[in-house]
């Protein structure tokens, strides 16, 4: 039983009644969310970049989640002091302005997590949703290796078999997709093999900055909220310069918030609560339910793309589809721990 089982197992046994049974009912009622989150905002980013409207800007949208996340972390923060906002302040001066070394740790992930999010649009402008959900999944992958190189962390011999699973399945995928026996959803011109490789960076990048982020919270005395607050300063800074970089010009012309509308701004505001609501879900569910929360989904965007998006089902999709579920399931699996070895002294006694 990992450490965080284990402080949910005392929280229960501590709690009154009415407080086990919610705490029960919240890890489903998690996954839900996590499962409902997780679908449509791939649903909803897949139609907002393929629709015959005006293309706002990736990352003028990914600068506007990283702001909306720094402040209901700040919200969150500000409730665990009781509301008292010169203690909120003197909080993150003492954690934040006044540790500028441990602050500057976060720069790392923050970095790669923005350049992983402007992937993801040009990914989702480029592949099917559902095609693009399954291919996501070699995440997992890169988080493992990126886990034994960083961490040191061993993995089971069904973990590695999934491994192989999964990459099996996502190759499946792309095949069929690469030779276009899955037309597209629409008539936008798409380019498979350059949403192949924005998937493939963005699962690098996600598995390394994962990690990374991981390393800091277990070696660090800083809640996941202040965490979040740190990389989303640093996420509004590399944001901007990146939206500088690559396309001021427009932006001086058109406005930062050219071809924004409601659609958007909700796409913003669901991409920027994903992240919270995954740390719900660590925190009152487990793996096993995470990955069959991940596998609904998968099942969920490609239900939602044939009946919405003219998504074209092949037995070469179901089949990869299949493999990468099977293969999320088997890895969540918990690994057997090895008996404790007796001792001479504990023979002795017996």
């Not at 720069?107 to 099917?128: D, K, M």
């Not at 995928?173 to 963005?202: C, H, M, R, Y």
Request: aromatic share 12%; net charge positive; glycine share 6%.
């Amino acid at each position: 039983m990992t450490s965080t089982e284990d402080t949910n197992l005392e929280e229960k046994m501590s709690a009154p009644a009415w407080k086990q049974k919610l705490f029960d009912n919240m890890k489903y009622v998690s996954l839900v969310f996590l499962v409902v989150q997780n679908a449509t905002v791939i649903l909803c980013m897949r139609y907002a970049r393929t629709r015959d409207k005006e293309q706002f800007f990736a990352a003028s949208a990914v600068v506007m989640s990283e702001i909306i996340k720094f402040l209901v972390c700040c919200g969150i923060v500000l409730v665990q002091v009781s509301g008292n906002f010169r203690a909120f302040l003197a909080y993150l001066n003492e954690n934040i302005i006044q540790q500028p070394m441990d602050t500057l740790k976060l720069a790392v992930p923050s970095l790669v997590y923005t350049i992983q999010n402007n992937l993801l649009y040009v990914a989702l402008s480029n592949l099917p949703a559902a095609t693009y959900q399954v291919s996501y999944q070699l995440k997992i992958l890169t988080t493992a290796m990126f886990m034994v190189a960083m961490l040191g962390k061993s993995l089971s011999r069904l973990q590695w078999l999934s491994m192989v699973m999964l990459f099996a399945g996502v190759a499946i995928v792309q095949v069929q997709t690469q030779t276009g026996k899955a037309p597209a959803e629409s008539d936008s011109e798409q380019n498979p093999f350059i949403g192949l490789v924005a998937v493939i960076i963005s699962c690098l990048s996600s598995g390394f900055a994962g990690v990374y982020f991981e390393k800091i919270l277990k070696r660090s005395k800083g809640t996941i909220w202040l965490r979040n607050i740190q990389m989303s300063i640093f996420g509004v800074i590399a944001g901007f310069t990146g939206l500088y970089v690559s396309k001021w010009s427009e932006v001086i012309e058109k406005g930062v918030f050219y071809g924004f509308d409601a659609l958007v701004w909700f796409i913003i505001l669901i991409f920027a609560l994903g992240g919270l609501l995954v740390a719900v879900v660590i925190k009152y569910a487990d793996n096993i339910l995470k990955g069959f929360a991940t596998s609904i989904s998968i099942v969920l965007s490609t239900v939602v793309s044939i009946i919405w998006m003219n998504f074209h089902l092949t037995w070469m999709f179901v089949t990869g589809a299949s493999i990468v579920i099977i293969a999320v399931y088997l890895y969540s699996l918990p690994t057997a721990q090895p008996a404790p070895q007796t001792t001479q002294t504990q023979k002795k006694n017996w």
